[in-house]
Nanobody, 123 residues
Framework: VQLQASGGGLVQAGGSLRLSCAASGRTFSSYVMGWFRQAPGKEREFVAVISWNGDSTDYANSVKGRFTISRDNAKNTVYLQMNSLKPEDTALYYC?????????????????WGQGTLVTVSS
């Protein structure tokens, strides 16, 4: 599966952005989808995950209550709605796909990655 992330940009603290990740290739609904981020000088970290049909989600503690992951299997797209953004949310955001809904916080468990989309939050 090929993944294409978009929607990043520059936003002031407290603002919102919605990231999108369009998938092509094999059946989108057969993949668990996730979002990760990597800030300058830091390791890539888990942000959010959504199951094949969207009935299960999970979030990193740092974004719970502010970010929402969703998916539209008819459009082969996963979204990340980011509200109440903070300067510490500044990072390159990546979407990813894997087959299983387990150990999803581990970067090495994800099979496919999109290119990153940059989110910059100014104070």
């Amino acid at each position: 599966v090929q993944l294409q992330a978009s929607g990043g940009g520059l936003v002031q603290a407290g603002g919102s952005l919605r990231l999108s990740c369009a998938a092509s290739g094999r059946t989108f609904s057969s993949y668990v989808m996730g979002w990760f981020r990597q800030a300058p000088g830091k390791e890539r970290e888990f942000v959010a995950v959504i199951s094949w049909n969207g009935d299960s989600t999970d979030y990193a503690n740092s974004v719970k209550g502010r970010f929402t992951i969703s998916r539209d299997n008819a459009k082969n797209t996963v979204y990340l709605q980011m509200n109440s953004l903070k300067p510490e949310d500044t990072a390159l955001y990546y979407c990813a796909a894997e087959t299983f809904y387990r150990d999803y916080e581990r970067v090495m468990n994800w099979d496919y990655w999109g290119q990153g989309t940059l989110v910059t939050v100014s104070s």
